[in-house]
């Protein structure tokens, strides 16, 4: 079902989509499973991988957004809290339930942040993860072994999602291939068609892998390609002016010993008004984040040293663990497709972090801003838009009862294929199948040989990085592992794609070369 060539053989067969969505990170991947699920005839065509941008550079949170709820954006917030809750119901699997801790050194603070968080609690309604609760001072030390103690007066336990933003990409994008649809990565957009009126009726795209190009009509084009919209509407016409102004957000990655336990910490105020998260990770912790204002945009991002020293430093004022760059496991950055602002503010938090669709005079349709948590949401009223408009015909939206791909009842975090799902089963055959596949890929890591021969037949992996950085992340986990097993994941993979050694040395220079920017020299 999830063979490439079976899909690339749908692009010769099927020349008249109902709808070509462009981009396959949450935004793209979450609008074709509503329009697979309402029954149109949907592509999806990603330029590299699913979620190798913004969407799998996330701080690993599914929330309605604490900070947002003191600058007022009461509806927002709303939204983001019942999205969390179908994401944990529909993705179980990916998505859990996180305590987060605010330590507080001002008795004021105390108050502020418990009665904030009530706030927030209510807000979620039903679907709440559980009560936010105020905790002594020898609890909060309790908890949070690494915290410093000098004026400690308490702190605030509440709750939020947290999750695997690749891996949910791609259990999307599987579920879009069990509703129908035909989602294809590594394959480029590189012009849009338009009829005898100017309106865009289909797109031209180009098999990266093959070169081979194709002509695809259809009724309506999304283009879902977040940081990258700009060059879609550019293409559309060649005035355009930006829609986007990327903002760029960075994440160290440590061992566990910096936070010990369960729970996660936030910091709600550092320097400049930004909110700093230490999040529990698979076995590690993610600090983050950042949001600088960028002028350019790139599929690899490159950390400033301004951020990495705003990171440690805020993250070193609140632990008695010291955390210096020689203890950074992996260091990523990110950008988030922020709606550009009217005037030339520099204040990103000020910037609006709702989703917005922008209809183009030749009627392609763009969805810009949003973020992870309301993925479906922003798919919903896309589709909903391209229905007003007429360009399908109406069907209601299904996707708030849609089991994600993997999801199950019951997950056992205690071993680390949980993110499976109910596709473990799956991993366990290989392994009994052929018992070479359970030895380890690092002698520091977890993780197996089945999983990345997982990866190539069923997760749509093309290659070293398509694996490493999205599928089993051990990229984004501890960087010097991922380039220590290149050689031996880009024999693996060789093996399954039937490639020569001439194409493995490639792909292990080519991910080399990435990886080494997730290192901090």
């Known amino acids: 079902m999830f063979k490439r060539e079976a899909l690339v053989n749908q692009l010769n067969t099927t020349k008249n989509w109902d709808v070509i969505i462009i981009g396959g990170g949450a935004t ?23 979620a190798k941008g913004t ?15 003191a600058q007022g954006n009461i509806d927002l917030v709303r939204e983001a809290l019942y999205e969390r809750g179908l994401m944990l119901k529909n993705a179980s699997h990916l998505v859990s339930n996180q305590s987060f801790i605010i330590p507080n ?22 679907l709440s993860f559980g009560k936010s609760i105020r905790i002594k001072k020898t609890e909060t030390i309790s ?11 308490g702190g605030v336990v509440y709750h939020d999602g947290q999750f695997d933003d690749s891996r949910l990409a791609i259990n ?12 294809l990565n590594h394959v480029r957009v590189k012009n849009l068609q338009k009829d005898d009126n100017g309106l865009v009726n289909g797109v031209v795209a180009v098999d990266t892998e093959t070169q081979t190009e194709y002509t695809l009509n259809a009724k309506t084009v999304i283009n879902a390609t977040g940081v990258f919209s700009d060059e879609v509407l550019q293409m559309d016409n060649k005035s355009a002016e930006n829609s986007i102004r990327p903002s760029q957000g960075i994440h160290l990655v440590f061992d566990k010993s ?35 204002l960028l002028d350019s945009h790139s599929l690899e991002p490159k950390a400033l040293d301004k951020e990495v020293d705003f990171v440690l430093e805020t993250a070193n004022r609140y632990l008695n663990k010291k955390a210096s760059k020689a203890d950074v496991l992996s260091i990523y950055a990110g950008l988030r497709p922020l709606a550009a602002p009217k005037d030339k503010s520099e204040k990103t938090k000020e910037i609006s972090r709702s989703h917005k669709i922008i209809v183009s005079d030749s009627e392609l349709i763009t969805i810009t801003g949003g973020k992870w948590t309301t993925y479906r949401r922003m798919a919903q009223d ?20 849609i089991r994600i791909h993997g999801s199950n009842g019951t997950v056992d975090r205690a071993n680390h294929l949980y993110i499976y799902g109910t596709d473990q089963k799956g991993i366990a055959q290989l392994i009994e199948e052929n018992p070479v596949l359970s030895e380890r890929l690092h002698p520091r890591l977890e993780f197996t040989k ?7 037949r069923h997760e749509m992996a093309r290659g070293i990085e398509d694996v490493l950085a999205r599928r089993v992340r051990i990229l984004f986990l501890d960087a010097k592992a991922a380039i220590e097993i290149a050689p031996l994941v880009g024999e693996l993979v060789r093996a399954e794609l039937n490639e020569t050694e001439d194409w493995r040395a490639q792909q292990i220079s080519e991910f080399v070369q990435i990886a080494d920017q997730y290192i901090l020299n």
């Open 28 to 50: 793209g991947l979450g609008v074709a499973l509503d329009c697979a699920t309402r029954g149109y005839k949907t592509l999806l065509l990603e330029q590299v991988d699913f």
């Open 55 to 69: 969407s799998s550079r996330s701080t690993k949170l599914v929330h309605g957004g604490v900070r947002y709820l």
């Open 105 to 126: 050194y001002k008795w004021w603070d105390n108050f502020f942040y418990t009665v904030g968080l009530k706030v927030y609690d209510f807000l979620a309604g039903k």
């Open 143 to 153: 908890r949070l072994a690494t915290l410093k103690t000098k004026n400690l007066k």
């Open 172 to 183: 999307i994008a599987q579920s879009c291939i069990e509703e129908g649809a035909t989602v």
């Open 258 to 292: 910096f936070l010990p336990g369960t729970d996660a910490i936030m910091i709600p105020k550092t320097d400049d008004g930004r909110v700093l998260f230490l999040v529990p990770w698979h076995n590690r912790v993610v600090v983050g984040t950042t949001d600088t």
């Open 382 to 401: 896309t589709v909903d838009k391209v229905i007003e408009l007429k360009k399908l015909p109406s069907a209601k939206c299904k996707t708030q009862n």
């Open 450 to 456: 089945a999983e990345v021969v997982w990866a190539v």
